[in-house]
């Protein structure tokens, strides 16, 4: 209604020749030039403007006519006028595609990209009438400095407080709905000047009630205006103000005129006399077509056009033009044709650049695997990319506008409690911030995810902050992972009692100067009949067994005591806060325990007992290697004294002194392998997919103690362990075989012969070096000899195991990976490690038949070899149920007591050639026959 109103006032004061001009027209006369008509397009838009342009014009004609006015001695004004109205039409119609272009572009360009920082527009926006942001071009304009106008009220641009009221209530009011507005204003610079602007405003964002202005400066088209009005120029200097040419086609004539700015465009010089068919031949050959037949279809049906196409300038310089205009009627005929030129060649750039940076932002954002969340600079959610979607539960769509902890929920995995989210101290520290360590996401529906990740802030080039981007991802496997692999490494497999390295490692947290206040108490526990057990019934009774026993030393202590299986049949006690004389009496009631415990076994009771070794834990010791000699010296000194005992040690007794328990075995084995007291025994393997009159046959060490009884490797190989003893006892058990299979042709009759090798050897470069020495120099068939690498020494030492393993193969011998299932992340190690056999860890196989749990995992373990095509090995076969069901799961061999009790190795070989001999004479015997 405001702009009808201003309308019939423009009307009016066209009517006063007063505000006419006459201005020269083509040398015969003059026409009326009314201020009136381009105002009109100004304030009332295209389409009003037009009506009263064209009834000012029919006016100017009627006052043109009166004779009493006497102003014009005689005038021709129509072509002119209609030449002015059509102009007038394209300058407003190209202001406000400006404006469409400028709305379409605006939120994205804005927030992502700083192409238009330097360009013709300048944006803001409001919240709440206070300014949050702006861009440095409007900076510019109104004399403001960098960042200088946040929090600016909008009342302070405003010129006139009158037009902040008027204006901005209806504006406001306009865009609170989801609309639009557009008006011209005077604003006022910092410095209090004033400059004309256009102003366009628009809701960005509903729920925060923000809205996006942008602002034009036409101060220099309101000068031009007001300095244009008495000109005959004022049309060209606009369009050339603008960019924009015009041109006239004199249907009548076939006279084609080009204004100025057509000219340069076109590289032409000004008032070039351009024909209608080099008009046409500007359009590439492509646009040709196109141009003529909309020319045509505006002869014919009168429609207008508007299009862009290429033009090629008279220099060869080629840019898209922007093509509009119609047909003009005289007495409903068309009379002319008009139209405006406009080069839109970088405004085309600048839509295509923005394209392109936003498809492949989004193309990015949606290919990685993180999560990324961004939010505005108050927290809140502004986008998702598909994986935080998925992981928080949450589409983009509903998640928009809503406070980044409703979508983004994190808890501390151990304590359940919430954890703060890393943008909000992104955005108070302004810096990147990083997620804590064991944060768990919950998503919408309640799954949980393990989550790592971090927050940085966004700033534009000026450095001003515009909010916070969130990157995280799922780490529910790999912390999954590392907690088995933690477990491993801490814990042992089959009691789930600590091990010994853990054992040790938090002991020593408990020595030291510093404890010398404290007092504790460790115990060194060993079992009394465990070998017994162990040779009688096998591996598998010894295993239950001692899964039987760590319960009950759990039972004998305090919950927050520490219990440790050390190795064998030994085990570590911490009474923590405990003196000596409370010690005694829980170790006296350990004792007690297990001496009236019985293990039963298909039928059979076992006693056992426990000799026990009592050390104080204080200040006194200096290291954990001299408080462990003390505790393992006290119980060698219970089991010397009766077994079934507790020895307390000090410092003073002259018992103990000459029974040092490292010194015992370091002397016991290093004479083994000086005097070779070592003597090898050997357990066949039976295969079960295949036939084979040869053996396969693994290589066991035993040691003969004082009393003439073998001694068990489970114990004397541990020590040999501790004491860096290994690997010498490995070149050892090599040498002999070797030497033994070299002597006579003895290999003859094996397929397979097993070594088993330690960590120590397979890490230690001076061992690999001896071992291909003596496989070069071997005499015998290479290929027989398979090496046995644990899978817990070869995870320990990957890049080692590698090496080891390569080069032993590519020497001729082969490489089995022994305990198979009791190391950690078996499956994806087995990728690097290039191994012929698979020897499952015994713990699965000795109950098979009653644990489902174990039946899945040897049936998975043999799969694997399958997979991967190597053969598998099972060990501690003792019954034939356990045999049976291995055969139906495909195992390759077997190995154990039901197949074959170990034997010397001698006596093993001497089998093999007296089974060839008989089956050499039957060979003969049917050759006779």
């Known amino acids: 209604m405001a702009r ?90 190209t202001m406000r595609g400006i404006s469409l272009v400028r709305r379409m572009l605006g939120e994205y360009t804005l927030r992502r990209d700083a192409i238009l920082e330097s360009g013709l527009f300048g944006f803001a926006r409001v919240r709440e009438r206070r300014i949050i942001w702006a861009n440095h071009h409007l900076e510019r304009l109104l004399g403001y400095g960098p960042g200088e106008m946040f929090g600016l009220q909008t009342r302070d641009i405003y010129a006139d407080d009158s037009d902040y009221e008027a204006i901005g209530a209806e504006a406001y009011a306009v865009m609170r709905d989801g609309g639009s507005h557009q008006t011209e204003c005077l604003m006022r610079r910092r410095d209090g000047t004033h400059i004309w602007m256009e102003l366009s405003g628009t809701l960005a964002d509903k729920a925060a009630a923000e809205v996006l202005l942008i602002l034009v400066d036409i101060n220099a088209r309101k000068r031009a205006e007001a300095a244009l009005r008495t000109s005959a120029s004022f049309l060209a200097r606009t369009g050339a103000a603008a960019g924009v040419g015009g041109w006239e086609y004199d249907l009548h004539t076939s006279k084609l005129i080009w204004s100025d700015e057509t000219c340069r465009l076109h590289d032409l010089p000004p008032g070039y006399p351009i024909t209608p068919e080099e008009a046409l031949g500007f359009y590439t050959h492509e646009a040709r077509p196109i141009v003529a037949k909309l020319l045509r279809e505006a002869i014919t049906q009168g429609a207008k056009w508007d299009v862009e196409l290429p033009v090629v300038s008279a220099k060869g310089r080629t840019f898209y033009a922007r ?141 001003h902050l515009l909010g916070a981007v969130l990157v995280f991802h799922d780490v529910s496997e790999q912390r999954r992972l590392n907690k088995e692999m933690t477990y491993r490494a801490t814990h042992d497999l089959l009691t789930g009692l600590l091990n010994r390295a853990e054992f040790e490692s938090r002991l020593a947290m408990f020595i030291g100067p510093d404890k010398a206040s404290e007092t504790h108490a460790l115990m060194y526990i060993d079992l009394d009949e465990f070998k017994t057990i162990n040779d009688s019934c096998g591996h598998h009774a010894g295993d239950e067994m001692l899964t039987q026993v760590s319960a009950l030393l759990r039972g004998a202590v305090r919950e927050r005591d520490i219990v440790a299986r050390l190795g064998g049949d030994e085990f570590g006690l911490l009474l923590i806060g405990c003196d000596v004389a409370r010690a005694q009496i829980i170790a006296q009631k350990i004792c007690a325990v297990t001496d009236q415990y019985r293990f039963i076994h298909d039928d059979k009771r076992f006693r056992i007992g426990t000799s026990i070794g009592l050390v ?156 291909l020495a003596m496989i070069n120099a071997a005499t015998f068939d290479i290929r027989k000899i398979c090496f046995e690498i644990t899978e817990t020494a070869a995870i320990i030492n990957l890049l080692d195991a590698e090496a080891f393993i390569g080069a032993i193969r590519r020497a001729g011998a082969r490489v089995a990976l022994d305990d198979f299932g009791a190391g950690a992340a078996s499956f994806g190690y087995l990728k690097a490690l290039a191994v012929d056999f698979l020897k499952i860890d015994g713990q699965f196989v000795t109950n098979l038949r009653e644990d489902r749990l174990n039946h899945a995992a040897v049936r998975c373990f043999i799969e694997i070899a399958q997979v991967i095509g190597i053969r598998s090995i099972a060990e501690h076969v003792e019954t034939a149920e356990v045999l049976d069901m291995l055969q139906s799961l495909g195992i390759d061999m077997v190995q154990g007591y039901l197949m074959h009790r170990p034997e010397p190795f001698i006596a093993l070989i001497a089998s093999t050639q007296t089974h060839d001999q008989m089956h050499y004479n039957t060979g003969n015997q049917h050759a006779a026959a």
């Open 4 to 93: 009808a109103g201003f309308a019939v006032i423009l009307f009016g004061l066209a009517l006063c020749s007063r505000l006419a001009l006459p201005i020269p027209y083509q040398g015969s006369g003059y026409v009326f030039f009314y201020p009136a008509m381009i105002l009109s397009f100004a304030v009332c838009g295209q389409r009003m403007g037009a009506w009263v342009a064209l009834i000012s014009s029919l006016s100017g004609l009627m006052l043109a006519k009166w004779p009493q006015s006497h102003l014009i001695p005689g005038t021709d004004a129509v072509p002119a006028l209609f030449f002015f109205l059509v102009s007038s039409v394209f300058v407003g119609g």
């Open 323 to 463: 093509a509009f205009g119609g047909v003009e009627y005289e007495h409903g005929r068309p009379a002319r044709l008009t139209g405006a030129i406009q080069d839109v060649t970088a405004r085309r750039a600048t839509e295509r650049q923005l394209a392109e940076s936003h498809e492949l932002m989004r193309v990015t954002l949606n290919s990685i695997a993180d999560a990324v969340i961004t939010t505005d600079l108050k927290g809140n959610v502004e986008w998702l990319n598909p994986v935080a979607e998925r992981l928080t539960g949450w589409p983009v769509e509903d998640s928009r506008g809503k406070k980044l902890g409703q979508i983004f929920s994190i808890v501390n995995e151990p304590t359940g409690k919430p954890v703060a989210s890393p943008v909000t101290a992104c955005l108070n520290e302004r810096g990147t911030a990083t997620m804590p360590e064991n944060v768990l996401l919950r998503s919408r529906a309640g799954s949980v995810y393990a989550i790592k990740g971090s927050a940085s802030p966004i700033r534009d080039d000026k450095q």
């Open 616 to 771: 104080p834990v204080d200040g006194r010791w200096p290291d954990i290697s001299t408080l462990m000699k003390a505790a393992d010296i006290a119980c060698y000194a219970a089991k010397e004294a009766g077994r079934g005992q507790v020895y307390t040690w000090t410092e003073t007794d002259n018992a103990i002194s000459p029974r040092h328990g490292d010194t015992q075995w370091v002397h016991r084995l290093q004479m083994a392998l000086d005097e070779n007291q070592f003597e090898l025994f050997a357990q066949q393997i039976k295969p079960l997919t295949r036939h084979t009159d040869q053996l396969n046959c693994e290589i066991l060490l035993r040691l003969r103690g004082p009393d003439g009884a073998y001694i068990s490797p489970g114990i004397f190989l541990p020590a040999a362990e501790r004491y860096h003893l290994a690997t010498r006892i490995d070149r050892w058990v090599v040498q002999n075989v070797f030497a033994t299979l070299g002597t006579g042709g003895n290999a003859d009759g094996f397929e397979m012969i097993s070594i088993n090798l330690s960590g120590k050897s397979v890490g230690d470069p001076s061992f690999r070096a001896d071992l």
